[in-house]
């Protein structure tokens, strides 16, 4: 049995996915890491295959589904796939393809080693922020987390993601019916949240995202609703929101050094 496979799922993601594969193949075999491939078109579609080729990652497994956004079909979906997953490997890890979750120590071979059987494991979460007034745009061809300063503690994202047993996940896997909601974060198991680490990106791709066929109750009251705002102030106002409670401004800190090497 292999020691950790890591997958995501994409849409029409041109930015996010060739820092998902290039951050973890880093640290983990090509052969490890799987991408699910939601009907992904047009010129997002080569950026995928051009993406997956350049970093080794043979493991596109294309899904189909009449709506993007969908969290009972998603989150059924990513279940079912973890726990197939399980059947090749002792640790089963997903990410959003705009999160990076990675021991703070960067190794990922001593940090399973030290935990032997943990059963499931919720990182901490760090939400990466862009004030673009006083920070250029992001310059995709770099590294992304050294261009930014600060950055957001995110109770909302510090979610199980990492396990050796099938998650029964809750709608956007923020928590898990089988994984008490009182477990502590790791804090030796990092997330770095990465939607909000550029405007012009953010806009982009919210206005591509609002255009999508979703499922009806998720416009109103879905946990993907965030994804509609393209207002251009709004948003703005959004970025240095609080994950947590997005009526208040996020308490912004120094991001810690080690993460500038993450991504």
Excluded at 2 to 22: D, G, K, S, V, Y
Excluded at 79 to 102: H, M, P, W
Aim: charged letters at 25%; a negative charge.
């Amino acid at each position: 049995m292999r020691q950790l496979a890591i997958f995501t799922i994409t849409q029409n993601e041109t930015r996010h996915l060739p820092n998902w594969l290039n951050a973890n193949i880093e640290r983990c075999p090509p052969h490890d890491l799987y991408v699910l491939d939601h009907q992904t078109t047009g010129d997002a579609a080569d950026a995928l295959v051009d993406a997956c080729q350049g970093a080794g990652v043979e493991n596109v497994i294309p899904v189909t589904h009449e709506q993007s956004y969908d969290s009972q079909w998603l989150t059924l979906l990513t279940r079912n796939f973890q726990q197939f997953l399980l059947g090749s490997y002792k640790n089963v890890l997903f990410t959003a393809v705009d999160e990076i979750v990675l021991p703070r120590e960067r190794h990922w071979t001593n940090y399973l080693t030290a935990l032997g059987d943990y059963g499931s494991k919720t990182p901490t979460a760090f939400e990466i922020v862009h004030d673009k007034d006083t920070e250029p745009a992001i310059n995709w061809g770099e590294r992304l987390v050294s261009q930014r300063t600060k950055c957001c503690l995110s109770k909302w994202y510090s979610k199980p993601l990492l396990a050796q047993f099938p998650l029964y996940w809750h709608a956007g896997w923020t928590r898990a019916s089988n994984v008490p909601a009182s477990t502590e974060p790791d804090p030796d198991l990092a997330l770095l949240h990465l939607h909000r680490i550029d405007y012009d990106e953010c806009l982009r791709s919210h206005r591509e995202k609002s255009a999508r066929t979703w499922k009806p109750e998720e416009r109103k009251e879905g946990v993907f609703r965030h994804n509609m705002i393209e207002e251009p102030e709004m948003l703005s106002r959004w970025l240095l929101s609080n994950s947590d409670n997005t009526a208040e401004y996020a308490k912004l800190v120094e991001i810690p050094s080690e993460f500038k090497e993450f991504c």
